[in-house]
């Protein structure tokens, strides 16, 4: 048996930014520390933060609150009248948003104030699309896939503009682009998949051609790793989601030569050690392990 580990896989630049702004603020400030939201999609990250006592809040949760606590805008960011909710009760407010989720922010910004009909690829109930959208004052589009895309375009073709959740298959950004550049006239693309998830997406692939089962570990809600997932199912044929190392039922690998194991942006490289160990504990010692 041989497990290989993607050569990309777990924390990425703005996961462990976020996770960095979290344990500096708490050393630094006295009053009470919260995120708005969980920070990141990872239940361990969320748990561990919690013992450290900061919790995740919602928006129904704020009048609660004293107003003299901080509070941590989450990896992923917020919408804008929630920002601007939160500055007028006067809490302190830290920004914690991802840079790459920011420039998305102003990319739709800028197609949506240069009259583009605006499209936002991406998952029209995440907190980072709503966020998106709430920067084109809710102008523009949310689309999931190309036969929406399809369907738009027969109603507005001339002047489109496009941008990512960053998150997004970087396929299916190619396929919209190709889509627009043969339907529509004037168009305007911004890239907004940030690097992280790109990288991860095609060392999935690579992982996904030569292995026999993937094991994919991250947060079920977390939009990156389901991507991973979605993409690993079209290559292999045996693909495994887990949250936790905890989850794996390892009797499941009995049957297979070739094990990779990839993970969410979100999902600590500790996780993916951990289950590489307990895999390798499990068939003691008849286990070669390669990192790619
Ligand atoms: S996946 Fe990309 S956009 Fe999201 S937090 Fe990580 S670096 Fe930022």
């Known amino acids: 048996m041989k497990i290989t580990i993607a050569d990309k896989a777990g924390f990425c630049f703005g996961v462990e930014r976020a996770e960095n702004i979290v344990l500096?603020?708490?050393k630094n400030k006295k009053n009470k520390v919260y995120t708005f939201g969980?920070?990141?999609?990872?239940p361990i990250v969320v748990k561990k933060l919690k013992e450290l006592g900061v919790f995740p809040v919602e928006e129904e949760d704020l009048q609660k609150l004293?107003?003299?606590?901080?509070?941590?805008?989450?990896?992923?960011?917020?919408?804008?009248?929630?920002?601007i909710k939160l500055e007028k009760m006067g809490f302190d407010i830290v920004d914690a948003t991802c840079p790459f989720v920011k420039k998305a922010k102003e990319s739709a910004k800028t197609l949506y104030e240069k009259n583009y009909?605006?499209?936002?690829?991406?998952?029209?109930n995440h907190p980072e699309v709503k966020g998106i959208h709430s920067y084109t004052?809710?102008?523009?589009?949310?689309?999931?896939?190309?036969?929406?895309?399809?369907?738009?375009?027969?109603?507005?073709?001339?002047?489109?503009?496009?941008?990512?959740?960053t998150t997004q298959s970087k396929e299916l950004f190619e396929e919209f682009v190709s889509i627009m550049q043969e339907k529509a006239t004037d168009i305007c693309i911004f890239d907004t998949i940030c690097n992280a998830t790109s990288s991860r997406q095609l060392s999935a692939i690579k992982l996904a051609e030569k292995s026999d089962v993937i094991i994919v570990i991250g947060g079920f809600n977390s939009a990156?790793?389901?991507?991973?997932v979605e993409?690993?199912?079209?290559?292999?044929?045996?693909?495994?989601?887990?949250?936790k190392t905890e989850d794996l039922e390892l009797e499941q690998l009995d049957c297979y030569e070739k094990i990779g194991i990839t993970a969410g942006a979100?999902?600590?490289?500790?996780?993916?050690?951990?289950?590489?160990?307990i895999i390798q504990n499990y068939y003691n010692g008849k286990v070669n392990k390669n990192d790619e």
Request: charged share 25%; aromatic share 4%.
């Open 38 to 42: 969980p920070l990141i999609h990872n």
């Open 231 to 243: 993409i690993c199912n079209k290559i292999c044929k045996n693909v495994i989601w887990i949250e």
């Open 137 to 165: 004052d809710y102008n523009g589009v949310i689309l999931k896939d190309t036969d929406e895309l399809k369907t738009y375009l027969k109603e507005k073709n001339n002047r489109v503009g496009l941008v990512a959740q």
């Open 24 to 26: 500096s603020t708490i």
């Open 66 to 83: 004293d107003k003299n606590s901080t509070i941590i805008i989450r990896s992923h960011g917020i919408e804008k009248k929630t920002l």
């Open 224 to 228: 990156n790793t389901k991507r991973l």
């Open 266 to 277: 979100s999902t600590p490289v500790k996780s993916i050690e951990e289950t590489s160990q």
């Open 117 to 124: 009909n605006l499209i936002i690829l991406g998952d029209i």
